[in-house]
């Protein structure tokens, strides 16, 4: 549907609804469909796509398009790798009589590009971060001009400072994961257990939280805790941790500290991620019916972090080698969680397992020990 120009009040107006939202939002993915939104009601496009540099691996990639799933290309493909490479402005009328133009995402996406505006966009300090890409003008000419060009250029220049910070609040979440799950794989070796065990937890974790009905945003912060589970074996005797036999008394005494210790060594942080994976290493042994360690917790007393835990790591220690037991076949498995259904674990958490167990079995094979 074709659509007029706006007039001047009718951008300021585009621009002041979305500068708000742009301030404050710190996701990186929620900040590029904003910014998307913001270019394509400003210049009347019918698409509007957010491409950025990643360095590392010599890519153009994107997440917020509109109308597709997360796009990558390599560094210098098509109009937007032209334009980031030349740091200037493309305006074309058809690009598929522009020899730069790449064909290959419209294969992919059934998409029809004509006009396309692109523009590149600096960083605080100058440094080229990516580019604007606007597709298919919506008013009656059906081409952008340089009036696009200057409300484009306005709209990534405003949201450069928030998408910066973005950016760097993103990489500092990705290196926290990948610290926690570096950590939980340490605790793990201790006890001659695979990296992959501290994986397939978190993706059982995450997983039985979705089922479960908790949000997205608890489920991803479980799936990122729950390899912390076991932390604090890393100050328990190797003679202990590694033994083939049944453990005495006294041993399991010993055992059960890794429960306290690891909650010392994660609770004195203020990060609510090393919090919740506080919570998670405390009291992932506690018991439904209260008969678990060190605290004696039951039901709801219970954290939901360490109910769902508990499952996701019996499930995946059943059906493991382990130096005290050979791994266990699933209809096994299954019989025992029936049998400690509100007594060991959560009746709910159980019923959602079974329900569920092929997509349990999946992720175990996805991440399986060689």
């Keep these: 549907m074709e659509q007029n120009e706006l007039s001047p009040e009718q951008i300021l107006r585009v621009i002041f609804s979305y500068a708000a939202k742009i301030a404050n939002e710190k996701k990186l993915d929620q900040l590029l469909l904003f910014m998307a939104d913001m270019g394509r009601e400003l210049i009347l496009a019918d698409r509007c796509t957010v491409w950025l540099i990643d360095d590392k691996n010599k890519q153009l990639w ?9 796009i990558r290309v390599p560094l210098g ?22 020899r ?22 600096e960083s605080n300090s100058g440094v080229i971060m990516g580019a604007y890409q606007a597709v298919n003008k919506k008013t009656s000419s059906g081409v952008f001009s340089k009036k696009d ?19 760097l609040n993103r990489e500092i979440e990705e290196t926290q994961k990948e610290i926690i799950l570096t950590m939980g794989e340490i605790g793990e070796s201790r006890s001659k257990e695979t990296g992959f065990h501290v994986k397939r937890v978190a993706e059982y974790s995450y997983l039985l939280a979705l089922k479960y009905g908790l949000s997205q945003q608890d489920a991803e912060l479980l799936k990122m805790v729950s390899p912390m589970h076991d932390i604090g074996k890393v100050a328990i005797p190797d003679a202990i941790l590694q033994k083939p036999g049944r453990l005495t008394e006294e ?24 919090k919740s994976a506080a919570i998670v290493a405390h009291e992932h042994h506690e018991k ?28 995946d220690a059943l059906g ?24 060991h674990f959560d009746p709910q958490l159980v019923d959602l397992f079974i329900e569920n167990t092929e997509q349990f079995w999946e992720i175990r094979n996805a991440y399986c020990d060689h």
Excluded at 100 to 119: H, M, Q, W
Excluded at 251 to 274: C, K, P
């Design 320 to 343: 493991s080698n382990r130096v005290y037991k050979p791994a266990w076949e699933l209809n096994r498995i299954i019989e025992l969680f029936k049998e400690e259904r509100g007594q």
């Design 62 to 70: 994107t997440k917020v398009a509109h109308g597709v799933e997360e």
């Design 251 to 274: 041993e399991f005494a010993v055992m059960m500290t890794h429960s306290e210790i690891g909650y010392q060594l994660l609770n004195n942080s203020s990060r609510h991620l090393l």
């Design 100 to 121: 730069r133009f790449n064909p290959e995402v419209d294969r992919s996406t059934g998409y029809i590009t004509k006009s396309v505006l692109v523009i590149p966009f």
């Design 77 to 98: 493909t098509g109009l937007v790798g032209y334009s980031i490479e030349n740091q200037e402005a493309v305006i074309i009328e058809d690009a598929y009589e522009d």
């Design 149 to 167: 060009l200057e409300h484009l250029t306005l709209a990534a220049s405003y949201a450069g400072k928030s998408l910066e910070a973005a950016i």
């Design 288 to 315: 439904w019916n209260g008969k678990g360690y060190p605290n004696g917790l039951k039901g709801e007393e219970i954290h939901i972090f360490a109910r769902i835990t508990a499952i996701a790591d019996v499930f």
